[in-house]
């Protein structure tokens, strides 16, 4: 295990429901980050928190919301989703962003299915 | 554009063989590359970084080498086993966290 946990494994929502994904790091590292994985596609950076505080939203629709309420936890809030939502979602965590290339831990990543 | 381009798409070998992945980058600046192994199921995992000034770097029967002139980077699988059954992504780490990942090499390992 690489000591990033993330809930749940697997997620089926509907266009008009609102869930939550959760990720908590037990390396006591203080970045955490949040990436989407798409078929046979690079893996997209969607938002990056440094000590609780958001230092990137990649050009991210509103429909997807991050909270960070401290370092070791990070949520994203999904409501009105849309199909093409549908992919892996990576948690990762890193000691800071302050270094070049700092390793990034990852979960094992929340299976999403927007129907 | 920063690009990150691996190939093969996909890969499968026999037990045993070796095989060699292939990672071209097109990303400035440059700070470190690194391979990571994804299992189906789990998040990806760091096998080897480089920076700038390495040209190879080994991890067991994972040997990973880097040409910062013609942006070239390869990783090299010896006596492959079932277990090696993955995939292989290259990432390019342009400072701080900004990082540029590949689509991945899926390799499959046969009995």
């Known amino acids: 295990e690489t000591g990033v946990t993330q809930t749940p494994r697997h997620l089926v929502m509907g266009m008009t429901n609102k869930k939550s994904l959760k990720c908590e790091q037990h390396l006591g590292h203080n970045a955490m980050y949040w990436y989407k994985q798409s078929a046979k596609k690079p893996l997209e950076l969607m938002f990056v928190y440094n000590f609780k505080e958001q230092t990137e939203n990649n050009s991210v629709p509103s429909r997807f919301s991050p909270e960070c309420p401290n370092s070791s936890h990070l949520f994203l809030h999904l409501h009105t989703l849309q199909p093409e939502d549908s992919a892996l979602y990576l948690c990762?965590?890193?000691?800071?962003?302050?270094?070049?290339?700092?390793?990034?831990?990852f979960g094992p990543g929340t299976r999403l299915t927007v129907l | 554009k920063n690009q990150v381009e691996q190939s093969p798409q996909s890969l499968i070998i026999l037990e045993g063989k070796n095989c060699t992945l292939q990672c071209n980058y097109t990303v400035s600046p440059f700070s470190n590359l690194r391979w990571y192994k994804q299992d189906t199921g789990r998040g990806p995992v760091s096998l080897t970084i480089?920076?700038?000034?390495?040209n190879t770097k080994s991890n067991g029967r994972y040997t990973a080498t880097l040409d910062a002139d013609t942006k070239q980077s390869s990783l090299h699988i010896t006596a492959s086993q079932l277990s090696d059954s993955a995939s292989y992504i290259c990432v390019v780490n342009t400072g701080g966290f900004k990082t540029i990942f590949g689509a991945g090499t899926r390799l499959f390992v046969k009995a």
């Open positions: 990762a965590s890193s000691q800071d962003v302050e270094a070049g290339g700092r390793e990034q831990f």
């Open positions: 480089m920076t700038f000034s390495e």
